[in-house]
T-cell receptor, first 113, second 111 residues
Framework: SAVISQKPSRDICQRGTSLTIQCQVD?????MFWYRQQPGQSLTLIAT?????????ESGFVIDKFPISRPNLTFSTLTVSNMSPEDSSIYLC??????????FGDGTRLSIL | KQEVTQIPAALSVPEGENLVLNCSFT??????LQWFRQDPGKGLTSLLL?????REQTSGRLNASLDKSSGRSTLYIAASQPGDSATYLC??????????FGTGTRLKVLA
């Protein structure tokens, strides 16, 4: 199964700043996703990261707030822009290859002061 | 709109008990269903994946079943251990590779 490295593992940020989260996979994968897990909640899909083109965002999420890049089949970034306390969450990268189980990184725990 | 619900929300059992976690979904048109484990502050670990054409999957002390027509899946854990304490999440794949997650069951196994 794919090994996923996510950086940073955690961060504490000031209100109004932006943070970029990196997701690196040890093999080429077809699909990469970004999820958010708010405190005490389950996971919500933010967007599908498309290689070489704009990400596909779910309802309630917009590119200006969560810009995503995927320059190749093993790497993606998610930026959380103009952060507010409501953005305090765990952000998780996941990958999917064919009929294999979906695999997740360890997540980035983000706290906004 | 697909909705996934897990019952119970929390469960506390003594070590050695067999237990069942339930997952229900509103739209039976799923591609597959996956059970995950999440330890506090950590990412998700995949436990079992059941394709839509399958009825169950087994791995060690874990057995997951799927009944698409009734919109239900169960995760059976045999002879529970304190190390099984975690949050268990089920997720259904809608066929466009998007996973909809359930609300989770927080399990605590007491030594």
């Amino acid at each position: 199964s794919a090994v996923i490295s996510q950086k940073p593992s955690r961060d504490i940020c000031q209100r109004g700043t932006s943070l970029t989260i990196q997701c690196q996979v040890d093999s080429q994968v077809t699909m990469m996703f970004w999820y958010r897990q708010q405190p005490g909640q389950s996971l919500t899909l933010i967007a599908t990261a498309n290689q070489g083109s704009e990400a596909t965002y779910e309802s309630g999420f917009v590119i200006d707030k969560f810009p995503i890049s995927r320059p190749n089949l093993t790497f993606s970034t998610l930026t959380v822009s103009n952060m507010s306390p409501e953005d305090s969450s765990i952000y998780l990268c996941s990958v999917l290859q064919g009929d294999q189980p979906q695999h997740f990184g360890d997540g980035t725990r983000l706290s906004i002061l | 709109k697909q909705e996934v619900t897990q019952i119970p929300a929390a469960l506390s059992v003594p070590e050695g008990e067999n237990l069942v976690l339930n997952c229900s979904f509103t739209d039976s048109a799923i591609y597959n269903l996956q059970w995950f484990r999440q330890d506090p502050g950590k990412g998700l670990t995949s436990l079992l994946l059941i394709q839509s054409s399958q009825r169950e999957q087994t791995s060690g002390r874990l057995n997951a079943s799927l009944d698409k027509s009734s919109g239900r899946s169960t995760l059976y854990i045999a002879a529970s251990q304190p190390g099984d304490s975690a949050t268990y999440l089920c997720a259904v794949c809608t066929g466009t590779y998007k996973y909809i997650f359930g609300t989770g069951t927080r399990l605590k196994v007491l030594a």
